[in-house]
């Protein structure tokens, strides 16, 4: 049985590795560029990483300074990827009493915690920022996004490692059918490249340590994949209640047709094919579609060996081997809690426009990969239904399924 009440997309916004905003990030994929670099900065001289991922364009610079200041790196780029939303969507004419934000965070502002504290070690208290709490609450994102618009029905913030921008559709979806709200502003961000994050994700051996070409560094699905690389972005969504849309004379980039929350309770790192598997199985269920009508599937493959494999399991067990699969984390690394949004854009995008992107960097497919996995060039043709998948340490499933 699937919930009442339809929920549109609306409006898309987005700030990846590949552009500045959805034009820049869609087309950057449909061309199999890759947004990962070499680390210029002097602090990654010392670290077995070298590769991330990074903005091409600091989100500072496309705010006033006296707003930019008050804001951590993940705050401006919510807000900015959330305007792109909002105005992509028309600027709805809501109460703000119906109108509610969600946005998804991993780590929160951990560049303003990290950087604040070497201030702090350094100069003493004095010299702190009288922003630095604002900064660096996880709340934050969503708080400034609510502030922005003016949204009084609710500002919250799933935190669910790299799953939290699926899960805040997820949420989104939820408050739309319950009734409470006619529109939600829902995404996910992070901004946490630091030498402290690449370290401590270097040492549980999940990022890989190649450099020699690092737009080939990322390879999901690849059987010389060697970890994922770390990336950063954020990515917004405009969900509204069908009839409400309507009654504006808005337009749609299609249907959130249903979603699905569920823990493995297993470990607290491990990838586990079987909480995967469910949470795809109970996506289509809500959606009311069977593994036949799904046609696209983007997965979260992060490019790690037992991960990758896990997740094909657990396609292969909830949907079959017949979905054209995509892997954008080639092109844009590992966004932690902003791929889930991102990668459900991709999803729709390719949906919508009937072309899905080819996994960049996928020159042999593991052959434990039984997918069949878009590679070389892009794929063009007729889907009525995509499904996205995201998934984070602690257990964390997230499914999202799309239809035109």
């Known amino acids: 049985m699937t919930r009442n009440g339809r929920v549109l997309v609306t409006g898309v916004g987005a700030m990846t590795p590949l552009g500045a905003d959805v034009p820049a990030s869609w087309s950057g994929?449909?061309?199999?560029?890759?947004?990962?670099?070499?680390?210029?900065?002097?602090?990654?001289?010392d670290l077995p990483v070298h590769v991330a991922a990074g903005l091409t364009v600091d989100p500072a610079s496309l705010l006033p300074r006296a707003e930019a200041r008050k804001l951590d790196r993940g705050e401006q780029v919510a807000v900015l990827s959330a305007?792109?939303?909002w105005q992509d969507a028309g600027a709805p004419q809501v109460e703000p009493e119906r109108l509610a934000v969600v946005i998804g965070t991993g780590t929160g502002g951990v560049?303003?915690?990290?950087g604040q504290d070497d201030i702090f070690e350094r100069a003493g208290v004095r010299r702190l920022s009288p922003f630095a709490v604002p900064m660096l609450m996880p709340n934050g994102p969503a708080a400034w996004v609510s502030m922005d618009l003016g949204a009084k029905g609710?500002?919250?913030?799933?935190?669910?490692?790299?799953?939290?921008?699926?899960e805040a559709l997820s949420l989104g979806q939820d408050l739309i059918r319950s009734g409470r709200v006619d529109v939600v502003v829902a995404g996910g961000v992070e901004a946490c490249l630091h030498p402290f994050t690449i370290a401590a994700f270097a040492q549980m051996k999940a990022l890989s340590t190649q450099s020699v070409d690092p737009e080939s560094v990322s390879r999901p699905f690849d059987v010389k994949r060697s970890g994922f690389v770390m990336g950063e972005g954020?990515?917004?969504m405009v969900?509204?209640?069908?009839?409400?849309?309507?009654?504006?004379?808005?337009?749609?980039?299609?249907?959130?047709?249903?979603?699905?929350?569920?823990?493995?309770?297993?470990?607290?790192?491990?990838?586990?094919?079987?909480?995967?598997?469910?949470?795809?199985?109970?996506?289509?269920?809500?959606?009311g579609l069977a593994p036949a009508d799904i046609g696209i599937v983007h997965a979260h493959a992060t490019s790690t060996e037992s991960g990758d494999l896990a997740e094909a399991a657990a396609i292969g067990r909830a949907v079959g081997s017949h979905a054209a699969v995509t892997a954008t984390k080639s092109m844009t690394g590992h966004m932690?809690?902003?791929?889930g949004t991102v990668g459900a854009?991709?999803?729709?995008?390719?949906?919508?426009?009937?072309?899905?992107?080819?996994?960049?960097?996928?020159?042999?497919?593991?052959?434990?990969?039984?997918?069949?996995v878009v590679c070389g060039e892009r794929r063009t043709g007729q889907w009525s239904a995509a499904l996205a998948n995201s998934f984070g340490f602690g257990g964390h499933n997230v499914s999202l399924v799309f239809t035109k």
């Open 83 to 85: 305007r792109e939303a």
């Open 154 to 166: 609710g500002a919250r913030t799933p935190v669910s490692a790299c799953a939290s921008g699926a």
């Open 234 to 236: 954020a990515g917004v």
């Open 239 to 287: 969900l509204e209640r069908a009839e409400f849309a309507r009654a504006r004379g808005a337009r749609a980039h299609g249907t959130l047709a249903g979603s699905a929350v569920s823990s493995s309770a297993d470990h607290i790192t491990a990838s586990d094919a079987e909480g995967q598997a469910f949470a795809m199985e109970l996506a289509l269920r809500d959606a």
């Open 111 to 114: 560049l303003t915690t990290l």
């Open 336 to 339: 932690m809690g902003a791929s």
């Open 345 to 372: 854009m991709a999803a729709l995008f390719a949906l919508k426009d009937g072309t899905v992107p080819a996994t960049r960097n996928l020159d042999e497919l593991d052959p434990r990969v039984e997918l069949d």
């Open 29 to 45: 994929l449909l061309d199999g560029k890759s947004g990962v670099r070499f680390l210029a900065e002097e602090w990654a001289a």
